[in-house]
């Protein structure tokens, strides 16, 4: 399809299922990365990514300018990240579930064939801290390194899904790449001289 994304919310709004799902290939690496950040568990994002456009389709005709839907979308991701959190908050309190933490435990002493764990913890340790930082950064460069090297996206899809010219593009992942690698440093050599 060539349409605008304008006319494909319009017709959308009128229950136009196929511009709704090219919508969600146009936005589906965007939601994605934004899931990502929130969630930190690529797992949990796809979980988002799909109650994110489960909830869209179910609500767009709420969307009163189309030209504005891509901020709308990530509001509602923003709502299901709430959502999310509160469910997994109620099911940590529900009573009764007393069998449940110790079954838990057991599962996780039982061998696989996972990386040496000692290893595995020092990756998940350094891909958080990568995260928080991330997480820490401007929006301008968040949105452009995590799309790129967490979703995967090429200049293209990048510049077209942020309004970017592929000189600002570029010049956004420098800068930023830049200034994530340095604040890495920065933490890394902190904890050296704290050890």
Do not use: C
Not at 101 to 123: G, H, Y
């Amino acid at each position: 399809m060539s349409d605008s994304d304008e006319a494909l919310v319009i017709k959308s709004r009128g229950g136009d299922r196929a511009a709704f799902e090219e919508l969600v290939r146009r936005t589906a690496r965007l939601v994605y990365t934004r899931a990502y950040l929130e969630a930190g568990d690529p797992h949990r994002a796809e979980d988002l990514v799909q109650e994110t456009f489960l909830i869209a389709w179910r609500s767009i005709r709420q969307v009163k300018e189309p030209s504005g839907f891509r901020p709308w979308l990530l509001s509602v991701l923003h709502s299901a990240v709430i959502d999310s959190v509160r469910r997994e908050n109620r099911r940590k309190r529900k009573p009764g579930d007393s069998n449940a933490p110790a079954f838990n435990d057991a599962m996780l002493r039982v061998a696989d064939s996972a990386p040496d764990p000692v290893k595995s913890a020092e990756q998940r340790e350094q891909r958080e801290h990568a995260l928080s930082i991330l997480r820490s950064m401007p929006e301008e460069y968040r949105q452009v390194l995590t799309l790129r090297y967490l979703a995967g996206a090429d200049y293209e899809t990048i510049a077209r899904q942020l309004a970017l010219t592929n000189g600002s593009l570029r010049g956004l992942l420098h800068r930023g790449l830049a200034m994530l690698r340095s604040q890495m440093e920065q933490t890394m050599s902190a904890s050296e001289k704290s050890s």
